[in-house]
């Protein structure tokens, strides 16, 4: 049974993959996790063994440690009932994390303890980093690159597709040299270059999302939620109160 699930899924991940200008890259399922179907994915991290989520919903936001191969969650700060919890990364011991639309974030310690906050202009959505600066995105076309000491923006970058701008940029994560990116209401990942903010690949998703939304008929259960294993080049996906994390191998030339 869970080799004719592989099988399907990747079907589908080949399947939705279209030729166009910009390339369309499919996937194949290596791995299939729990994951809390109660979570509000707004950000995801691998880190050391372990996925670090940060979940929203007014009431509902927190940021957590989670064991991967479980989905149990073995520590977790909850936000106060007024913020809405969004992306969150690790840079340099410290965990950041978003909030929607309060322009507040926050700081904790690789034990999740506060240690403190930052404000900024906009909406709060996907956050990542690139080594040297904070990448934030807003639910616009636009990437804010933030100084990690003063956490103000010193860059912002359109991302564009076609030379069209990109709306609803969501979840980031940094990969390789290049941004990964949810976008919100798609099956699909854009993969950015960050010099020039052009979409050079997009990941197709929408096997796994039709897989997530015939066991969840939620509307807002939708693609969210990038980490990567860099030490041993795995790649994990999942979605907004999604019953699975899942583990997959992208096909560029499908």
Sequence with gaps: ???????????????MAQPSQIPVWGFRVVNTFPHDPTAFTQGLIYHNGFLYEGTGLFGQS????????TGRVLQRHALAPRYFGEGITLFQNRFFQLTWRNQEGF???MNLNPVGSFTYQTEGWGL?????????SDGSAQLFFLNPRTLRPERT???RAGGQPVQRINELEFIQGRIW????????IAIINPQSG???AWLDLTGLALLAQARNRNPDAVLNGIAYDAQNNRLFVTGKLWPFLFEIEVVRNP
């Design 128 to 136: 990542t980093h690139d080594g040297q600066r904070l990448i934030m």
């Design 107 to 109: 700081i904790y310690d």
């Design 62 to 69: 927190s940021i957590r440690k989670v064991e991967l191969e």
């Design 157 to 159: 970058l359109t991302v």
């Design 181 to 188: 990116a949810n976008v919100w209401m798609t099956h699909r």
């Design 198 to 200: 052009s979409v050079e």
């Design 1 to 15: 049974m869970a080799r004719a699930f592989f099988a399907l899924l990747a079907l589908l991940g080949l399947a």
